[in-house]
């Protein structure tokens, strides 16, 4: 096993994101936030984050997203930029470029795109 810092989102319990997009909810349209974002449900559009964005297991996201931390477990369909860290679990779906620091792909995801690491 390895060892990756910047990895205590995985323990984040709901009362910890500001905002959900619950798995009965579809959302289209432009998100904008300062507080991590759970996301569990449907969303179409853009997300711009300063903190983290997970993307649940059963999520489906068409849209680009922008954040500090972006953790992937569900299925994401667009561009991800990430200030610190990318992690795609082996549950994850990728369809999409990636623009970070630092990045895991876990064995068995699903990754089509590029992948351009960035230094500070």
Not at 60 to 72: E, P, Y
């Amino acid at each position: 096993m390895f060892d990756v810092k910047d990895t205590d989102f995985f323990e984040m319990e709901d009362e910890a994101f500001d905002t959900i997009v619950e798995d009965d909810i579809f959302f289209k349209g432009t998100i904008k936030l300062k507080k991590p974002f759970l996301i569990r449900g449907k969303l179409e559009g853009k997300i711009f984050s300063d903190s983290d964005v997970v993307v649940d297991s059963n999520a489906v996201v068409n849209a680009d997203i922008t954040a500090d931390r972006i953790l992937i477990k569900g299925k994401v369909k667009g561009n991800v930029v990430a200030k610190s860290l990318v992690f795609v679990t082996s549950s994850g779906v990728l369809d999409g470029d990636i623009t970070t620091k630092k990045v895991v792909l876990e064995p068995g995801c699903k990754f089509s795109g590029k992948c351009t690491m960035i230094n500070e």
